[in-house]
Structures are given as C-alpha cells and as structure tokens.
C-alpha cells in the first residue's frame, strides 16, 4: 500500500511539469520562428520571458522523472521481472531518442543565443520540442500497452514481445497519445495565459504578455473542441476494450440498456447503488453506443474484478467539468480579444485558471490509472503481485522524504513563477541593439494608448 | 555488447556527471564568493543536464538487459538511492532556482546545490562500495563503503576542479589549480585504499589480481594510475602558465585515471554483474528484447555522441557570467 501512494504521489508530482514542458516547447518555437520570420522583437520578448519559465519547469520534470526511473527497480520489482521484456525496451527508447536530444538542445537553447546563429537557436528549440513529444511517445506507448497489451505471448511465466510494432501501436494508443498532447496543449495554453493576465493585472503594460495572452487564448480555443471530440473517441475506444471501467466511470452498476448519462451521483460501493442521482435519460447510451437504447455492461458482470467507483466516477466529472470550464473560457477570451483592453474581471478568472490545465490532467490519469485497477497490466499482471518486499518502514521513511522535498518543491516553483512574473513587469526582456526595422517596437515601453492586438501584422496564429 | 554498452554509459556518467558533481561540491561558501560561484556555476550549466542523462541510460540499460540484476541491485539500495535521489532533485532544482530567486535566496539555493552534490556524491560512493561487496551489511562492509563514498567523493572533486582549471581563468583558476592538487592527493589516498581492502576481502578478486601471467597486466594498471597521479601534481606545481597554456591537460589526466581505475573494477569482476552473486549470462534478458533496443541504440548512439560534440563545441573557452540568453 505504501509503495502505491509512493508511487502515486511521484508521477502525479512527476506528471505536473511535462504537461506543461511538453506543449510549451511548441508555444516557445513558434514565438522563436515569428521572431525570426517578422524581426518582430515583440516576439523575441515573450520568448525570453517563457524560455526561463520553460527551463524552471523542465528542471522539475527531469528530477522528478529521474526518480520515478529508479522507482520501477525499488518499488515494483515483480513488474521488471514479468514485463521487463516490454517495458525496458521502450523506456530505453525514451532515454535514447528523447532524453539527450532534450537535455542537449536544451543547454544550447538555454545558454547558446549568442554563441550560435540565430537559425541553430531555432533549430535547438524545434529539438527539445520534438525530444519532450518523442518523450511523451514513448510513454504512453508503454502505459497504452499496459492497459490494453497487445503483440506479446507469455513464456515460461515471463512476457515475451511478439510483435514490436503490435506492442507500440497497441489498440488504445491512437488515441491515448492524442487525448495527452492535447492536454498539454490546454494546460500550457492556460497557464502561458494566466501568468501572462497576472502580468498584465501588476500593471504591465508592454507588448509581449499581451501577445503571449492571445498565443494562449487562441490556441485554447482551437484545441479544447478538438479534445474534446478525441476524448470522445478515447471514451469509445475505452468502452471496447475496457468496459468495467466505462461502468465505474458512469456509475452503471447493472448492465442496462438506455442508460442515463449521469450529471451528480454519489455512487455507493456496498448497496451497490447511486444516491442523489440526477441524471439525463438514454444520454450515456448514446454517446457510447451512438444508440438511444445501446446495452452498456454494468459492473454486475465484472463482479469483484472491477475498479473502484467513487475516484473514477468523481474524476471523470471534474475532468469533463474543467475541459467545458476551459472551453467556454477560451471562447469567451477570443471574443473578448475584439476588445482594445481585456477587462480586469476576466483577467482574474484567467488568473485563477492558470493551473487548470493540472486539475484536468491529473483528474483524468486518476481515471485511467485507477480505472485499470485491480490489474497493473491489464490480464497479465495483478498490482498485488508486483510491489517490492522490501521492509515497509524503509518505503515509509523514503515516502516521507519525497513528500517533504515535493512539498518544499512546489511551494517555491509556484512562488518563484510569482516572482518571475512580478519582476518581468518592470524589466525589459530583450533589447535589440540597434531600432528594428519596425521601429515603432523598439523603444518600450509602448504608450498605454496602443491597442494591444495592432502593431504584429500577421497576428493569427498558426 | 550490453555490458559495453552500459560501461560505456557508465563511465560517460562518472566522467561527465562527476565534473559538474565534482564543481558543486567545492562551491565556495563565503559571502564573497559569490561572483566566483556564479562562474563555477556557468562553467557546468549547459551541461549539466545532458550529464546526468548517462546515469538515467546505464540505469535503463541495466534494466533493458539484465532485468533481474536490476532488482536485486535497487532493492538492496534502496534507502542510498532515495538519498541519492534526493540530492539529484536538489541540484537539478537549484541550479534553476538560484538564477531566478532574489538574492537573498540565492545564498540558501547555492548552498542546497552544494549539498544535494554531496549527498549524490557519498552515497554513489557507498553504493559502489556496497556493490563491490556484495551488497553485505556487515560492519567491516560498512566501513569499506564508507571509505569508498569518501573516495569517490575525493575523485569527482578532483575532476570538477580540473575542468574548472580548463574552464577559468584569474583567480578561480588559481584556486581551482590548488583544489585540483588537494583533491588528486586524497584521491591517490583513496584509491590505494580501497585497493588493498578489495582483494583482501574478496578472495575472487584476490585471485584474479595476482595469478600468473595476468599480474603483469594487472599491475600496469596501477602503475599507469600513480603515473597520471604524480604527472598531473607536478603538472598542476607550475599552473597557470602564461597564456593559459597547459590548463586542459589535467582535466584529460584525471580523465585517463577515471578510465583506468573503471577498467580495473571492471576486470575485477567481470563477467558477474552483481559481485559474487549473479553473472551476465544469468541475468541478461529476452533475445528479441535485446535485438529490438539494440538496433536503436547502434544508430542513435552516435548521433547523441554527435551532437553531444557540437554542444561541447558551441561553449568551448571560457566560462563566461551564466545568463539565460
């Protein structure tokens, strides 16, 4: 028990930081090519204001991520020696392909600008891009493999692969990979759009938190109905191939047909029933089996080989509820853009949305994570059979470690990006040398008059 | 070939990740100090991270290859590699922190890197020691890991502070020279140290070591490490030469060293993986694993080492006041 909240309380602190890093390397590259493509130093700004950010973040990840390395040997020592054959390899994969690609490009992105042509820069910030999505590949390919595994046949009690390409692209992947991306597209565009307002609110009154607010808020609402249109996918996808946790999920405790897609339950695991269910009729049959009365197999037919519910059901509604929360959010900030000044209101939702994309993320991988429960990997391997035999006060006294040092952690990455963001509004990010061709920009800070969305000409994004 | 895959992972860990160890171990820690510890920082920050990326491939590698070696050699670790853990996060975090704080945190982030180097440093160094023994807890194992921990600890110290004679000048460099000394005579000290306690009380390593014909071989070892060692102190006697001449080789010296004493661990032991208890054929893993990552690794090893190249290129020279752009 104690490794499993040791190892849950490290990948959710873990999971934190590549989504953000994942999708904020992209944010980064396009600020990079606009730069590069305009002249425009607005750009260049919002580049180095992020790029810090981004570096901050990613120290975080690699440290939590080194540990969570070493935990597969402490911990789950009865996983290596059952699905080592699998595992191992793709996360050798990960290690080979993404981890040095980031780390190094990293160094040039970080400290090289003026050792290097502009266009490497460029180039080292696309690396560490395609290096933190490669890395997300990899991953997910392994956690899509453990919960619906496929190209592999079982020898001498040991997982054995059959089929590389089966066990990379196995069934729930697709889909699995694009729901992540996806989210780490939302949660950075929030959290580049709320430490952007924050600015803004402290009284910054320069271009590029302006222009990084539009980047987020633009993107958010390009990317939100997409995620969720692939989240329903992911959903159907689920239901084929996991359908216990589909039932926890909605909280379908007897197979039925036209079941109602529940809005609040309280789902209660001993009389095996929902109390307080409110309810709209045949909806859940519908969106899974895109039939009013389609038959969804409740958890009487998993009986005591099912995921517990309450997590699941409750997670699965704050997940959906801060993917809608996001949506209309986003939406509305587009319409607002039209606007010469955001107002201060919004500005403060923004701000108090700025890790909502977090919310969201770790809601959901409780999901998925627990709703594969009682099983590690899915038929083959029980989480019971697993965990290490090493003594439980030695996992408890390094537990307690971890907890302190994520505690400290977290508490001074939040107050360090406060600061950051406070001190950017009386500093100037980037100086060019002499007046850029557009030399309106050059001499900041611009005049409060200015409408925010003007002076970039092509100010779309892409 | 895994095992040369993963000596080579392990020595580019030890050699790489130990200068950068190694530079935050002896951070000055004097008010004062602070401009030179902002360059000793400088000297390590964009690599810092690509370094320690080794440790995470010998770490995948062990667990790719020999997949039972790897839980036996975690679990009885495990409360070291939590410690050592710790200190990772420690540094990787202050590294960051310490640019972005205000100064009055800055003192307190330094220090954390300095600490959190020293408590990956010492219990690499125990958990050498603890391999080499077998994973025993006896007291006299104890005391051999402890020696071992402050060995290593001597070793990267020694390392950090030679490329930090490459990678300074003025007065850090002429500091940096009197570390390199220091910490090269404690590493001579540690090294025949935990060479005359391994053989005596590993009777495998006693045997290999001074059996007929193979001690020729063996003692060249040795000899070639004392070389390096004196080469390099009366080297160091006369840094900085004019023109900065000369201030790389001590670095390429304790280098030299570095691969010298691994390769003398490793023929001590090999072909066992876990000392006494499992060897490479028992422990390695499935056929179809191994061929699968290691077609991966056949190309995407040297493009790592390629552009590893180029960035070590990109910085050359000095290190200069570290800025995010």
């Known amino acids: 028990m104690l490794s499993r909240i040791q190892f849950a309380t490290n990948i959710s602190f873990h999971i934190l930081f590549p989504t953000i890093t994942i999708a904020l390397c992209w944010i980064l590259f396009f600020f990079k090519l606009r730069f590069d493509l305009t002249g425009n130093p607005v750009w260049m700004r919002a580049y180095r204001f992020w790029v810090k950010i981004f570096a901050l973040t990613f120290a975080l990840g690699v440290v939590s991520g080194i540990t969570m390395s070493f935990q597969f040997g402490t911990n789950w020592p009865g996983y290596m020696e059952k699905v080592g054959n699998i595992a191992g390899p793709l996360l050798g994969y990960e290690v080979l392909t993404a981890f040095f690609l980031e780390a190094t490009f990293l160094g040039i992105m970080l400290f090289g600008i003026k050792r290097v042509p502009s266009k490497v820069h460029t180039f080292s910030a696309l690396m560490v891009a395609i290096g933190t999505t490669l890395s997300a590949f990899w991953i997910l390919a392994l ?93 159907l996808n689920t239901f084929e191939h996991q359908p216990q946790k589909i039932a926890a999920m909605e909280g379908v405790w007897e197979t039925e047909r036209g079941a109602p897609l529940l809005l609040f339950a309280i789902p209660d695991e001993e009389t095996r029933s929902n109390h307080f269910a409110i309810g709209i009729p045949n909806m859940a049959s519908l969106i899974l089996t895109h039939e009013t009365d389609g038959e969804i197999r409740g958890l009487n037919s998993f009986d005591g080989d099912h995921p517990p519910v309450k997590p699941l059901f409750f997670g699965f509604r704050i997940m959906v509820g801060m993917g809608l929360l996001m949506l209309a959010t986003a939406w509305l900030g587009c319409y607002l853009l039209r606007r010469p000044a955001m107002p201060r209101v919004f500005l403060r939702v923004l ?31 029980k989480t019971a059979d697993a965990v290490t035999p090493v003594a ?27 600061r950051m963001a406070t001190k950017s509004v009386y500093v100037e990010e980037f100086e060019t040398a002499e007046p850029a061709a557009d030399g309106s920009l050059t001499n900041l800070p611009q005049s409060h008059t200015q409408p925010h969305t003007k002076p970039h000409t092509a100010g779309g994004n892409a | 070939m895994f095992i040369a895959l993963m000596g080579l992972a392990v020595l580019a860990y030890a050699i790489l990740d130990g200068y950068d160890l190694g530079v935050g171990i002896l951070l000055p820690m004097r008010e004062e100090d602070e401009l030179q510890r902002d360059t000793m920082i400088a000297s390590i920050g964009p690599f810092w991270d690509a370094n320690e990326t080794w440790l995470v491939l010998a770490i995948g590698l062990l667990l790719i290859a020999f997949p039972s070696a790897h839980s036996l050699i975690l679990m009885n670790l495990y409360i070291p590699v939590a410690i050592m853990l710790v200190g990772l996060i420690m540094r ?39 391999y080499v023994m077998g994973f025993d807890k006896s007291l006299p194992s104890q005391l051999f890991s402890a020696i071992s921990a402050l060995g ?36 001579l000290v540690g090294v025949i140290a935990v060479c005359a306690i391994n053989p005596l009380v590993n009777p495998g ?9 193979l001690v020729m071989f063996v003692l060249l070892i040795p000899a070639l490490c004392f070389l390096g060692f004196v080469a390099n102190d009366i080297l160091l006697r006369r840094l900085p030469k004019e023109h900065d001449r000369h201030s790389g080789q001590p670095f390429f010296i304790v280098m030299g060293i570095f691969v010298l004493c691994f390769s003398g661990i490793g023929f001590s032991f090999f072909p066992d993986i876990v000392p006494g208890k499992l060897n490479i054929w028992e422990a390695a893993s499935a056929r179809e694993s191994l ?11 040297p493009v790592i080492l390629m552009y590893t190249a180029f960035s070590y290129r990109v910085f050359h020279g000095k290190a200069t006041e570290l800025h995010y752009h």
Do not use: C
């Open chain 1, 143 to 235: 956690n899509s493999w453990m919960q619906t595994p496929a190209g592999y046949e079982i020898r001498e009690g040991v997982v054995h692969a059959t089929n590389w390409l089966e066990v990379i692209f196995n069934p729930s992947f697709p889909y699995r990979l694009l729901h992540m991306l996806l989210a780490s597209g939302l949660t950075a565009s929030f959290f580049v759009a709320g430490l952007s307002a924050y600015r803004i609110l402290k009284g910054d009154e320069k271009q590029a938190p302006r222009l990084a607010l539009k980047t987020g808020l633009v993107l958010a609402a390009i990317l939100a109905p997409i995620q969720a249109f692939v989240g329903d996918l992911h959903g």
């Open chain 2, 291 to 301: 061929r699968f990552i290691l077609a991966g690794a056949v190309v995407v090893i």
């Open chain 1, 351 to 381: 701000v108090a949305m700025t890790f909502s994309g977090w919310v969201a993320t770790l809601a959901g991988w409780y999901v998925t994570e627990v709703g594969r429960q009682p099983w590690l990997v899915t038929g083959i391997l």
């Open chain 2, 92 to 130: 990787g975090v202050a590294f960051d922190f310490r640019a972005k704080a205000a100064v009055d945190h800055k003192l307190a982030w330094d220090r954390t890197f300095k600490i959190g180097s020293l408590l990956t440093t010492l219990t690499q160094g125990y958990m050498l020691g603890q």
């Open chain 1, 392 to 418: 439980p006060a030695n996992v408890g006294l390094s537990l307690a470690l971890y907890l302190l040092v994520y505690a400290v952690l977290m508490w001074a990455y939040i107050h360090t990006l406060k």
């Open chain 2, 205 to 213: 390593v006693f045997d290999r070591w001074f059996t007929f014909p």
């Open chain 2, 152 to 187: 290593v600890t001597a070793a990267y110290s020694y390392i950090g502070a030679a490329w930090l004679v490459l990678k300074t000048e003025h007065q850090l460099q002429a500091r940096a020279v009197r570390w390199t000394r220091r910490a090269g005579r404690a590493t």
